[in-house]
């Protein structure tokens, strides 16, 4: 990612310190930088850009917060703020501003570990075709709609036909209590789903994922196929499809989407019930999906 330029000349120092005096091997480099611009890139987007030396405690405990609020493990997150406090420590070292506001902020207490994340790269390998014969192309269809859309695996069950907009690139989705919402259809979504649906043995069949004999797929089988899929990646230790659920959030956070606008794509009944969020348009919803999650497209 472009570094801002208000940040790029102590970047530049610090990653030269850390290779040239320090001895650090590239790995160690890379981590840092990477830590370092994931940083920068939020003080653009939450703080205007503020200049270095005019950071503060709070700055840096408000982006600590932001990182355990979207996703992130405390490992991890302990890990970036181990990053920041070394990088401001060699900045007041050298002189370049006044004090390091990371010094006081203290580290996430490391307790019990969050339920394990697929990576984007995981889902992609998960995801390579299979086959041009129906149940290939049925199961990459059902991985492709549970990430693409963030389904609860019920969810997915009870597709039909009926609920898939193809002109207007939108799904229909009966959720817990049969409340219904309408999701954005992304463009690898939907793209699997054409493929899979004209090789259907029952073409007239009015649900979307068919089982063997032509029936209605069952949750059993829906689980069973997404963990068939998920343990041919290495490194993966979720293979159930409330991961893809958990990674479809995950990323799309990750990647800068409002969080408001994830918590209405999931669904969940607290946004109704306690009337906190604001309602998103479905145009709105699809707009922050297109922006944000990483087969939408729109980034080719």
């Not at 830590?35 to 987007?45: G, V």
């Not at 370049?96 to 992609?124: D, H, M």
């Not at 690898?188 to 789903?193: D, H, S």
């Not at 159930?240 to 990323?251: D, E, G, K, V």
Request: net charge positive.
């Amino acid at each position: 990612m472009a570094v801002p330029e208000v940040y790029a000349a102590a970047l530049a120092d610090f990653l030269a310190h850390l290779a040239q005096e320090r001895r650090c091997s590239p790995h160690t480099v890379t981590a840092y930088r990477i830590d370092l611009e994931q940083f920068f890139d939020y003080c653009q987007d939450r703080l205007a850009a503020k200049p270095l030396a005019g950071l503060t405690y709070a700055d840096i405990r408000d982006y600590l917060g932001f990182m355990l609020s979207h996703g992130y493990e405390r490992r991890s997150a302990a890990r970036k703020l181990s990053t920041l406090k070394s990088f401001f420590r060699y900045l007041t070292r050298t002189g370049a501003i006044p004090g390091n506001p990371a010094r006081s902020v203290k580290s996430p207490r490391l307790g019990r570990k969050l339920p394990p994340l697929l990576t984007q790269f995981q889902v992609a390998e998960a995801l390579r075709p299979l086959g041009d014969f129906e149940p290939a192309l049925r199961d990459i269809a059902i991985l492709e709609v549970l990430y693409g859309s963030g389904l609860r695996v019920a969810e997915l069950v009870g597709l039909n036909l009926s609920d898939i907009d193809f002109p207007r690139d939108t799904i229909r989705v009966r959720g817990k209590g049969n409340k219904e919402r309408i999701l954005p259809l992304g463009r690898a979504e939907r793209e699997a789903l054409e493929l899979y649906i004209p090789k259907r043995s029952r073409p007239d069949a009015e649900p979307v994922f068919l089982n063997l004999r032509g029936k209605r797929i069952s949750i059993r089988a829906v689980r069973n196929i997404v963990g068939k899929l998920l343990r041919r990646v290495a490194g993966v230790t979720a293979v159930n499809p409330h991961a893809l659920r958990h990674a479809f959030a995950t990323h799309l956070l990750e990647r800068g989407a409002d969080l408001r606008a994830v918590q209405e794509l999931l669904g969940h009944a607290s946004l109704s019930s306690t009337q906190i969020y604001t309602h998103l348009t479905v145009e709105r919803l699809k707009k922050v999906y297109d922006k944000a999650h990483p087969r939408s497209g729109a980034n080719d």
